[in-house]
């Protein structure tokens, strides 16, 4: 079987005046849908990977594969179907909420989906805002219905940049169910940058954790948490690095 997901040698640097690394070397393989949380101190390049995954960015140097096959084999739009990706700050195409939930179908020549559709924007609290203009919507509201955008497309990666950040507790908690819920039905995968590191504990079942501009720790959750590999994640975590005694309160 071939890998999801597979990541080899991924290099950025920025465009700057001295070319400087954001990250390289960057190497990961999924091979079987999971949730991962990518984790990682401001700054790190999460956002940029995750573009580059999207195929929005491009990396200086590696190769990004989807079922084996090379990025740059890929057609862009059928790329974009089968990776969703909702941005950290949702971007609205004009019209209404439905128009822009039924653009994507057409972008993509699919049929539109309206009772999924339906299902995913009440389990959002979204029912009453079809009519609304997408435009004049919360940062929130705008948000959620990217997911369910991204998710009409049953992608089998969806990668999400910190879609609960400006949520409140209610709708955050939908967000999580609805996650935990297509996961179960749909088995897809989903890389989610969060800096909730509660929610990437009960979420994700795997852990990318970027710095020292790289991804200097992948494992299991469980693992991650209870015993992560390097000082960075350590303290990251807030676990006192190797060799230090824990603060005594
Ligand atoms: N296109 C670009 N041009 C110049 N600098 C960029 C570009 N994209 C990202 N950067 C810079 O790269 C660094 C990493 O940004 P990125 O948003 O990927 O990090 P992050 O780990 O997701 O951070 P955060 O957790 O704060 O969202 C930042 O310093 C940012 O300013």
Redesign the pocket.
């Known amino acids: 079987m071939k890998p999801i997901l597979s990541i080899e040698n991924l290099h ?1 640097t ?3 005046e001295g070319n400087s690394r ?1 990250f390289s070397g960057i190497t990961a393989q999924i091979d079987a849908p999971e949730i991962i949380a990518l984790l ?12 580059i995954l999207a195929a929005l ?1 491009i990396a200086d140097k590696g190769d990004i594969r989807l079922h084996g096959i090379p990025l740059s084999e890929w057609k862009p739009t059928d790329w974009r179907q089968k990776v969703g990706y909702v941005a ?1 700050h949702a971007v609205m195409l004009s019209g209404s909420v439905e128009d822009n939930l039924r653009t994507v179908s057409m972008l993509h020549r699919t049929a539109f989906d309206r009772p999924l559709a339906e299902r995913l924007m009440s389990s959002l609290g979204l029912e009453g805002a079809w009519g609304k203009r997408a435009g004049e919507m919360s940062g929130g509201e705008k948000q959620r219905v990217s997911l369910v955008r991204s998710l009409l497309m049953r992608p089998d990666v969806l990668l999400l ?2 879609v609960t950040a400006s949520l409140d507790a209610h709708s955050k908690h939908a967000v999580e169910s609805l996650l935990a819920e297509w996961r179960r039905q749909e088995g897809a995968t989903a890389i989610m ?1 969060t ?1 909730d590191l509660a929610q990437a504990a009960q979420m994700s079942d795997r852990i990318w954790f ?1 710095s020292e501009g790289t991804l200097l720790e992948d494992d299991k959750t469980d693992s991650f948490f209870r015993q992560p590999k390097t000082d960075a994640g350590r303290r990251f975590i807030q676990l006192p690095a190797t060799g230090e005694q824990p603060c005594q309160l």
């Open positions: 950025k920025l465009p700057d954001l990682g101190a401001s700054g790190q390049g999460k956002s940029t990977l995750l573009r960015d950290q940049d910190e940058i800096h970027m």
